[in-house]
């Protein structure tokens, strides 16, 4: 089966393992994303994962809450090594060779980030999961995933959402006339204040010519035909187009 990109990565919010009744980390969610990723990986396309853990805990809104702003976000850090080690194991069952690697030290339970090793474990066919963020304070796991996308040279950083099928111009849930983008440049996304991911992840992206796909994930076939060429979601990159399209 004919792939456009060798290599990219995949951006998941914590939310999207998260069940419609509340519970934080939902089998049936993470065995259907498991199994998105599967289509993938039988197609021999390099796949990295970032994963986010805004379902078990949010370090801002702990901070908000008197939480010293550091302690808060490692916290935040570790609620992504939970979900990354719920993901692994789908995967695993799913059959799908996978590997995880922390930005933090937790070597009980996932190897250390190496960037040479990650680099290797992609070339041999597994999948490997990005956990801990970038190992920093104050820092978003979207900066960690525009942030691995360059390191290991991928093709697209694919920012994956739940319900929403690209970038518009207005919330398309509360405005019904809202009109989706194609494709779009990084300085149309920072001029519009498009909220697609922080804009330090965006200026990173932007300084090193790292394409964003955005989609929703939740369409089931989505990410393979995505991955196959098919134009999906809203493409941000270098080159500007502003006209908005699809009514």
């Not at 853990?53 to 808060?72: F, L, P, V």
């Not at 964003?212 to 979601?233: S, Y």
Request: one cysteine or more.
């Amino acid at each position: 089966m004919a792939t456009s990109y060798y290599r990219a990565l995949l951006k998941l919010s914590g939310e999207s393992l998260k069940s419609a009744g509340g519970s934080a980390v939902a089998s049936e969610a993470v065995s259907y994303v498991a199994e998105q990723i599967k289509t993938v990986w039988e197609t021999g396309v390099q796949l990295a994962i970032v994963v986010g853990g805004g379902n078990i805990w949010r370090g801002q809104e702990a901070a908000e809450q008197g939480m010293e702003r550091a302690a808060a976000d490692y916290a935040g850090m570790l609620a992504t090594i939970v979900n990354a080690l719920a993901l692994q194991d789908a995967l695993e069952r799913a059959g799908v060779i996978t590997r995880t690697q922390s930005a933090i030290s937790v070597q009980s339970v996932a190897e250390p980030f190496i960037r040479r090793r990650a680099l290797r474990h992609l070339e041999k066919g597994r999948v490997v999961i990005f956990a801990g963020g970038t190992g920093n304070p104050f820092m978003s796991t979207d900066t960690a995933a525009a942030l691995r996308a360059i390191e290991i040279n991928a093709n697209v950083l694919l920012m994956a959402k739940n319900n929403v099928d690209g970038i518009y111009d207005a919330d398309p849930v509360v405005n019904l006339d809202a009109k989706k983008f194609n494709h779009l440049s990084y300085l149309d996304v920072l001029n519009r204040r498009l909220q697609i991911m922080d804009s330090t992840a965006l200026s990173l992206c932007m300084e090193n010519h790292q394409p964003i796909i955005v989609f929703d994930l939740f369409r089931p076939g989505n990410l393979i035909r995505l991955l196959q060429g098919e134009k999906i979601g809203t493409l941000v990159s270098d080159t500007p187009q502003h006209l908005i399209a699809q009514g």
